[in-house]
């Protein structure tokens, strides 16, 4: 069976597009699944970093795509969960250098050798993000609760739609005690603009830039809310449709207080 | 038939149960008042709760000068009611509600543009006539229409009706939060947040945009009969 390729956008820069994509990548390794995680922001990579693969990098994606060398040879293991790879982008190159023809090959051959391949997309909906949705089977909007995420993930939506692809949705960053105080849009405000079928929902977490910055997968930090939601999602795209949706709640509230002593959640 | 072209400023003619005076309100009021005293004292007995209707023709902005015929009149005689004559209808309007009583419609042919579904942001629509769009259309959305724009959802995003000069269009959504709306050449900035939860409509009144509810003061109510558009 084909593996399928999942692209991760957004338009707007900065909502965690990179974080959702190591963070599902790693849990849908942990899953049993053999996953490739492709960083498709040329001349502006980051995923190796965070994924804390950086120092191993000698082949890249514009390596691969122009066939300077086998998707093997690019591809870097991950030592902490098995199955994971990441074949990162070049940071001297630009967006231009990578043709159609060539991802569309190359995406070929990463379906027969992977269960899921993740393309990180880069922020906008120019070049560089046209080509990581040249070969997607699904695409992942990652939108955060604000105005202008909002408008930008609607518009990359929109594009997603004129080239068949039907995307979902992941609303990220969610803080629930300043929805409440209504400082920030809601998930379903989100949802009620973007109407698209929802992937998940991921509460705030500062663990989430000291993972980042350390290079550890947040979905093997038992204790971050964002690695759990992650997870969550992960499992949802391997199959199980029916996985309810956890709304993030606002734990110092009185009620959750209450919820907790008597067991409720 | 009245004779409209007549030089005499005060005609009389008998309709049904009562009388019909044409005059003319370019003549002076008390000129006006004496002919018509002369005509109606030659009735006698006639005029004794005789019906009467007092009419100007096409002139308008008379009302002053009729309430004070007819308050001589009430003074002085022992008249009936004293109305003024009903709008005329024009033949063009008559010839409208004959096509339609007809159903004309059912052999119209419409310019007009009907979609469903969301409008995202960065769509651009464009309709020669009318447009209709049953579903949201949100922000960063742009919707142009050489007529009126009728939107069955959640209204954000920038709107343009009677595209280039047509002032006589109306915008109109369920829930109304434009960010910019145009109608002809008259532009107005949407509300900053708030609005949007009842169904509104944009018109343009004295050279403004002008939003009003729906349900109040709905434009078509006044029309007494469909029209195909």
């Known amino acids: 069976m084909e593996g399928k390729i999942i692209v991760v956008t957004s338009g707007k820069g900065g909502v965690g597009k990179t974080t959702t994509t190591s963070a599902i990548g790693a849990a849908l390794a942990l899953e049993g699944n053999r996953v490739a995680i492709v960083d498709m922001d040329i001349g502006l990579r980051n995923l190796d970093v965070v994924m804390g693969l950086e120092n191993r990098i000698v082949f890249n994606i514009v390596d691969v795509v122009q066939q300077k060398c086998k998707i093997e040879q690019a591809a870097i293991r991950d030592r902490r969960i098995e199955n994971l790879f990441l074949i990162p982008a070049s940071q001297s190159d630009n967006k231009d250098v990578l043709s159609t023809a060539g991802i569309e090959r190359v995406a070929e051959d990463l379906r027969k050798q992977f269960d899921y391949i993740i393309m990180d997309s880069p922020a906008g909906i120019e070049r560089g993000f046209e080509n990581s949705i040249v070969g997607a089977s699904e695409a992942l909007v990652v939108c955060t609760p604000d105005v202008s995420a909002v408008r930008d993930a609607d518009r990359v939506i929109g594009i997603l739609y004129s080239r068949s692809l039907t995307p979902k949705l992941i609303v990220n960053r969610i803080e629930p005690g300043r929805v409440k105080r209504g400082e920030m849009l809601s998930h379903e405000d989100v949802m009620d603009v973007l109407a698209i079928e929802l992937a998940g929902l991921v509460p705030m977490d500062d663990k989430v830039l000291i993972s980042s910055n350390t290079g550890t997968p947040l979905v093997l930090q038992n204790d971050s809310k964002a690695g759990q939601a992650f997870k969550r999602i992960a499992r949802r795209l391997n199959g199980e449709a029916d996985l309810p949706f956890e709304a993030p709640t606002d734990r110092s509230s009185m009620w959750g207080k209450i919820s907790r002593t008597f067991g409720l959640r | ?229």
């Open chain 2, 1 to 229: 038939m009245i004779n409209f072209e007549s030089v005499a400023p005060v005609k009389l003619k008998g309709v049904g149960k009562g009388f019909w005076i044409t005059l003319d309100p370019s003549q002076p009021e008390k000129i006006l008042i004496c002919e018509i005293d002369k005509l109606i004292r030659k009735l006698k007995h006639l005029a004794v709760n005789a019906d009467l209707v007092l009419d100007v023709g096409d002139a308008k902005g008379h009302d002053a000068l009729i309430e004070q015929i007819k308050i001589y009149l009430r003074e002085n005689f022992e008249l009936g009611h004293i109305g003024t004559s009903p709008v005329k209808r024009s033949v063009p309007l008559e010839r409208i509600r004959q096509r339609d009583l007809s159903s004309g419609w059912n052999q119209h042919r419409s310019d007009v543009l009907m979609l469903r579904g969301r409008v995202r942001s960065g769509q651009a629509i464009n309709a020669k006539k009318h447009l209709v769009i049953t579903g949201d259309v949100n922000p960063g959305a742009e919707l142009i229409a050489g007529g009126d724009v009728i939107v069955l959802g959640k209204l954000f995003g920038k709107v343009h009706a009677g595209y280039p000069d047509r002032e006589d269009a109306i915008i109109f959504a369920l829930g109304f939060n434009p960010s910019h709306v145009k109608i002809g050449s008259i532009s107005a900035l949407g509300s900053e947040g708030g609005g949007g939860s009842s169904s509104e409509f944009a018109s343009v009144e004295n050279n403004k945009i002008i939003i009003k509810d729906y349900m109040k003061a709905s434009p078509f109510r006044r029309l007494p009969w469909p029209e195909a558009i």
